[in-house]
Nanobody, 123 residues
Framework: QVQPVESGGGLVQTGDSLRLSCAAS????????MGWFRQTPGKEHEWMAS????????YYVDFVKGRFTVSGDNAQTAVYLQMDNLKSDDSGRYFC????????????????WGPGTQVTVSS
C-alpha cells in the first residue's frame, strides 16, 4: 500500500518560492504517474500537476504553467513540486498521490489521502 507523506509547505509572501516534497513509501513504482492536488476549505481536491514515471512527461493545470515544476527521483519514491512566483490564490493544502488520467480528469488511485502540507501565501 502506497502511503504518501507530503512536506515543505509554509507561510510565504507573494512572489516567493516553495519546494514541496512527497515521499511515497510502499510500491509506488507499480503506478505509472504521480500527481499533486490542492484543497481549499469547503472544496474538493483540485488537480495541479502530474509526472509520468514511464517517460518523465509532465502535465499542469493552466494557471500554474510556467510557475510550477513537477519532478521525481529516479527510484520513483519521491515527487517534488517547485512552486515559483507564488500568488495568494495558490494557498491551500497540497497533497500527492498516484494518479491516472481517466477521460480528461487526473484521478487519485488510492482510496485515501496523505496528511498534506499547508501552503499559505500572503499578499
Amino acid at each position: 500500500q502506497v502511503q504518501p507523506v507530503e512536506s515543505g509547505g509554509g507561510l510565504v509572501q507573494t512572489g516567493d518560492s516553495l519546494r514541496l516534497s512527497c515521499a511515497a513509501s510502499g510500491h509506488s513504482s507499480v503506478f505509472s504517474a504521480m500527481g499533486w492536488f490542492r484543497q481549499t476549505p469547503g472544496k474538493e481536491h483540485e488537480w495541479m500537476a502530474s509526472i509520468s514515471w514511464e517517460d518523465g512527461s509532465t502535465y499542469y493545470v493552466d494557471f500554474v504553467k510556467g510557475r510550477f515544476t513537477v519532478s521525481g527521483d529516479n527510484a520513483q519514491t519521491a515527487v517534488y513540486l517547485q512552486m515559483d512566483n507564488l500568488k495568494s490564490d495558490d494557498s491551500g493544502r497540497y497533497f500527492c498521490a498516484p494518479v491516472a488520467l481517466l477521460g480528461t480528469t487526473w484521478t487519485n488511485l488510492l482510496n485515501s489521502w496523505g496528511p498534506g502540507t499547508q501552503v499559505t501565501v500572503s499578499s
